[in-house]
């Protein structure tokens, strides 16, 4: 025979048995910003809902621009915070100066050869303009800041909102991004 508290204990357990499991990161939705797919360096598809959840910073890149080196800080940013739910997603674009002009094949190289990059790279991608990605144009519009040239950087929260944007001569290791970078991992 069951007792009440028994019973009551049965109960409770099947319910919690039956009720949904808590929602992660992903589970949910993809945010609009990110509900895009694109090649990566290897031409193999990739959607950028993979990466919901984490904080991002977006990066239009170029193999022979002023900024390059900023290909070292964003490796170092990536590798600092990439265990705390942190991504750098770097777009190659030749929009800006021809400073683009390799194969997707020839990127891959030189961000590994002179770099070591291990961040997920998409193959050559507009930025601007009329032939921009929707996710660029989404970003720009967002924030109010388009890329003006290579190494502009956008970043996004965990909800996949863009929260700033900055500027290619702002280094990826200046206090500015590397404080906003903590602040949103740190937040929950």
């Not at 895009?36 to 991002?56: A, D, I, T, Y």
Request: hydrophobic residues 40%.
């Amino acid at each position: 025979m069951l007792t009440p508290s028994i019973y009551a204990f049965i109960v409770a357990a099947v319910a919690a048995l039956a009720s949904p499991a808590p929602s992660t990161a992903a589970d949910s939705p993809c945010p609009s910003v990110l509900d895009h797919e694109f090649s990566n360096l290897r031409e193999e598809p990739v959607s950028l809902c993979q990466f919901r959840g984490k904080v991002l910073l977006i990066v239009n890149t170029a193999s022979e621009c002023g900024y390059t080196p900023q290909y070292e800080g964003l490796e170092k940013l990536y590798r600092r915070f990439r265990d705390k739910g942190f991504a750098v997603l770097g777009f190659p674009a030749n929009d800006f100066g021809g400073q683009e002009p390799g194969s997707n094949k020839q990127i891959a190289q030189f961000c590994q050869v002179n770099y070591g990059i291990t961040f997920p790279m998409f193959a050559k991608t507009s930025v601007v303009g009329a032939n921009a990605h929707p996710l660029f144009h989404e970003l720009a519009a967002k924030t109010g800041k388009p890329p003006r040239w290579n190494f502009h950087k956008y970043l996004l929260d965990r909800a996949g909102q863009p929260v700033a944007a900055f500027e290619s001569a702002v280094e990826p290791a200046d206090p500015r991004v590397t404080a906003q970078i903590e602040k949103l991992l740190g937040a929950r």
